[in-house]
């Protein structure tokens, strides 16, 4: 296995084995999410989970996140080119998650669910954070950067892959619209 093909499954694997792939670690997102206390409002975001909120809810807002994004993904590769196949978008979206969702053990430790809630609960707030509250959401910030870093380029390269986008005006496209894609689908969801 080579650097490309960590980076960039899309080129190397049958889009049907990705496609299983991605819809076996998209279920178990949902165990994962309950089980860290949070949810997917986007899918480049994972807040914590209000109380009262219980699997159904993780399913049916991981879910319309994920569709969302699709969406909008579908139309703008339409829009790139005519030819891009719908599965392949499927995968873009669902492979690209697996490294976040490998993150959710890490955000299911207890005493990093509770630094989270202590910091979350301040939010806004003329308050005093303590020390050591801060230090674990900044330990967890750094060990899950590079999965996010790792999230976003195979969002890109499954994009690109299933776009042929080659040039530079595409690519800006994409990033502003993903962008807009994760605010909206915070926002909402």
């Not at 330990?139 to 380029?153: E, H, K, R, S, W």
Request: glycine letters at 4%.
């Amino acid at each position: 296995m080579t650097w490309k093909t960590i980076f960039n499954p899309f080129e190397k694997f049958d889009e049907k084995k990705l496609l299983l792939i991605g819809i076996i670690f998209f279920i178990l997102n949902f165990f994962g999410c309950f089980y860290a206390g949070m949810i997917n409002d986007s899918i480049f975001h994972l807040s914590i989970l209000e109380e009262g909120q219980t699997i159904w809810d993780i399913v049916r807002i991981n879910s319309l996140s994920y569709i969302f994004a699709i969406v909008v993904l579908i139309i703008l590769a339409k829009f790139f080119n005519k030819r891009s196949r719908i599965i392949d978008i499927f995968n873009t979206i669902l492979i690209s998650q697996i490294p976040l969702i490998i993150t959710m053990p890490m955000m299911a430790l207890p005493f990093v669910k509770e630094a989270n809630r202590n910091i979350s609960s301040i939010a806004g707030k003329f308050a005093k954070i303590e020390m050591l509250d801060l230090i674990i959401v900044a330990v967890a910030g750094c060990i899950t950067l590079p999965f996010l870093v790792y999230n976003i380029v195979l969002y890109y390269n499954g994009f690109k892959t299933a776009t042929n986008i080659k040039k530079w005006q595409h690519i800006v496209i994409f990033a502003v619209v993903s962008l807009i894609t994760t605010i909206i689908s915070q926002t909402i969801f």
